[in-house]
Every structure is written in structure tokens, then in C-alpha cells.
């Protein structure tokens, strides 16, 4: 393949356009793996970058963050976590955040590697003008260092895909929230962040799950999945009122806030009880402020709130080892409504704004 083919967002007079453009076959330098891309997804994160709202992204960029492929090219020995060596081939996915230093202030003595003032991150924080290092390419090009995980047997691209990057940010929340078990779980969206929260609650033990989002698309997929209840009112009112009857007047031992609206912060802390525990893992981007009582909201309630910054290694790792291993109960598959051609990449953006979709992927070697 002389050229490839690969949908980058430009900014052009002040606006962001998207375009196909084509590139170059890249050179491997030694340590490097180009990916032939089966799947790559389309996330509320690349709406976010069409409109600029994400800072210092570097346009133009080639979107698509999480992506699975089949290894087309290795650049000598390249091996996984396990010392394993990857072949041509192999079905593979990867921790989009790369350069992630473990030699800063962050790194080493914060641990928070996920504030890692270093990292990049695939399809987000690289310029196109740097190569095929995001998913809405039909090439992309693993530099020296990025951490790739095989797809266990029994994975296909699609279970995967279908998880896409609501599976580790919706590992970390749970991991974040400490879901105990028989918590009773609140998860405030039903997006793909908050379907795999609500996943990985029922697999950690949660003794039930309810699933608030007004859009009939997401209760749908959520049911889907089995969780125990939805909630599908429209005012806030509405919704913490269904959540206390269905705790006994107490509310939620945990909530876990996927929904993107800063007004769901207020309304997810009066949905938890007493000395529960509320993480926020939906506000990605800065949708502004909301105005909240920290005496009756937070000190009175005694409440436990925690912030979800991004993910690292171990969640893409374990989400993917847990989706292998429970496949059969939780058909992912089903969260895919639409598979799009790279040229549809448009199309698909404007699908996943106006929530037409619960799940938009782009295969950019597919022509229909
Ligand atoms: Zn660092
Ligand atoms: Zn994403």
C-alpha cells in the first residue's frame, strides 16, 4: 500500500473542518508496530475536538483514540506485559496514552500518572503533521513504547469495539467508587462510559444497578445489559425521587456520574445516602458550573466524592481481560448501532452529538 487514507480535523479560518486526506506508507523505526485498523471508535471526546472545546489539541489532528487492529508490520522484537512476542496478525488493541514519563513530580510522588504533564495521547493530543497516530486511518503507526494488548480468544474487534474507551474510563470509576458487594449502584448516563460502569459494578458484586438517562436509545442498551433497573424521567425531581423508592428512602450506597451535565453533580449527591460514595467520571470537558449546598449536599450527608481523571494501563488491560472472560453474559456486541466507512466520518460525529447512536465506530478500511 503506497498511500493511506485517513480523516483528519483541520482548523480552517477559525472553524474545524474534516477531510480526507491521504499519506505516505511510514518507515517502522526499530520497536515500532503498524496496525492494518479494523475498528476504531467515535466518542463523545472526538464532538468535544470538532468544536475546539478540548485545549491545546494540536490541529490538525487524525481522531480516534481506542482502536483495535490486525498487526500488519513489526520493527523487530516487540513484546506484550507477559514477555509474550507480537506477530503479523494478531488482532491487537492499545493504551492510547503513550509518553507517559514515570519520572515527574506527578508520576513518582503524586502517583497520579494520569496527570502526567508528558503524555500524549492517540487521536487527542498528536498532530497529523507527526504521522498516522490516530484510529480514523487505515494505517496507524505504534511508535517504539506504546503499550498494545492482544485480544484474548473469544475477544473479537467488535466485542471490543463496542466497549471502545467506556470500558477502562467505566473500570476506573468502579475502581474509583470501590463498588463493594450488594452495593446498590446508581450510574447517572447511559452512554458508553456508563453501560461499562454499570458492567463492571454487576461484575463486581453490586447487589443492584439502576441506570438514570432520559434518552430511550441508552435505557434500551442498558436493559440490554441487564442492569436491574432504569430510570427514565425527565425532571430531576423525578429521577431522585424513583432512585429513593427504590432504596428505601435512603439513596445509593455509590454513584457513579457518567453523564457529561454538570447539573447531574447535584442531583447525583442528593440520589447517594448517607456516608455513601460519589465519583465523577462524566466531566471530560469543562460544560460549566452548577450551583450546589455543601451543608445539605456534601458535609451533612458525609459524603465521599472522587474525581475520575482518564485511565491508564491496568484499566484497558483488566476491561479487556474481563469483557473476554464474560462475553456470553454481557452481549457488547448489541451497543454497536452503526458502523461507518472513513468518508462517513461526518456523519458519524454528528450521529454520536445528537445521541441518535448509542455507539458510532468508524471501520476506515471498509468502503460501505
Ligand atoms: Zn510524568
Ligand atoms: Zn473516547
Same mark, same amino acid.
Given at each position: 500500500m503506497n498511500t493511506i487514507q485517513a480523516a483528519v480535523m483541520a482548523r480552517a479560518g477559525g472553524g474545524i473542518e474534516l477531510r480526507i486526506d491521504e499519506f505516505p506508507a511510514p518507515d517502522l523505526q526499530p520497536g515500532a508496530v503498524l496496525l492494518k485498523t479494523i475498528y476504531s471508535e467515535v466518542c463523545g471526546t472526538d464532538v468535544h475536538l470538532m468544536h475546539g472545546?478540548?485545549?491545546? %489539541?494540536?490541529?490538525?489532528i487524525i481522531p480516534g483514540h481506542v482502536s483495535v487492529g490486525k498487526i500488519e508490520e513489526i520493527a523487530g522484537a516487540v513484546t506484550d506485559i507477559h514477555g509474550r512476542r507480537f506477530r503479523s496478525g494478531d488482532t491487537v488493541t492499545f493504551?492510547? %496514552?503513550?509518553?507517559?514519563?514515570?519520572?515527574?513530580w506527578h508520576c513518582l510522588v503524586a502517583k497520579a500518572s494520569t496527570r502526567c504533564p508528558h503524555r500524549k495521547v492517540y487521536g487527542?493530543?498528536?498532530?497529523?503533521r507527526e504521522g498516522l497516530l490516530g484510529g480514523w486511518s487505515q494505517r496507524i503507526y505504534l511508535k517504539p513504547g506504546v503499550k498494545i494488548v492482544a485480544l484474548p480468544e473469544g475477544l473479537t474487534a467488535e466485542d471490543f469495539i463496542a466497549g471502545g474507551c467506556g470500558a477502562p474510563t467505566g473500570l476506573h470509576a468502579v475502581e474509583r467508587a470501590a463498588v463493594r458487594l450488594n452495593d446498590f449502584v446508581v450510574v447517572q448516563g447511559g452512554g458508553p462510559v456508563g453501560l461499562s460502569a454499570a458492567l463492571f459494578s454487576l461484575l463486581g458484586g453490586a447487589g443492584a444497578v439502576v441506570v438514570v438517562d432520559p434518552a430511550p436509545s441508552r435505557i434500551t442498551a442498558a436493559r440490554t445489559l441487564g442492569v436491574d433497573f432504569t430510570v427514565d424521567a425527565a425532571s430531576p425531581a423525578e429521577r431522585i425521587s424513583a432512585v429513593m423508592d427504590l432504596t428505601g428512602g435512603r439513596g445509593a450506597d455509590v454513584t457513579i456520574e457518567a453523564?457529561?451535565?454538570?447539573?447531574a453533580v447535584v442531583e447525583g449527591l442528593q440520589m447517594t445516602r448517607d456516608n455513601g460514595t460519589y465519583a465523577i467520571?462524566?466531566?471530560?470537558?469543562?460544560?460549566g458550573d452548577m450551583t450546589l449546598n455543601p451543608h445539605r449536599h456534601i458535609n451533612k450527608k458525609h459524603i465521599d466524592i472522587r474525581g475520575v481523571w482518564g485511565t491508564d494501563f491496568s484499566h484497558l488491560y483488566k476491561a479487556v481481560q474481563l469483557m473476554a472472560r464474560h462475553m456470553d453474559r454481557y452481549p457488547?456486541?448489541?451497543?454497536?448501532s452503526k458502523v461507518y466507512p472513513l468518508k462517513e466520518a461526518e456523519a458519524a460525529l454528528s450521529d454520536v452529538e445528537h445521541r441518535r447512536v448509542v455507539k458510532a465506530v468508524i471501520a476506515p478500511n471498509q468502503d460501505r
Open positions: 472545546r478540548l485545549d491545546q %489539541v494540536p490541529y490538525p493504551l492510547d %496514552v503513550h509518553e507517559t514519563c514515570n519520572a515527574c487527542i493530543t498528536y498532530s497529523a453523564s457529561g451535565n454538570p447539573g467520571a462524566g466531566q471530560y470537558t469543562d460544560a457488547l456486541k448489541r451497543m454497536i
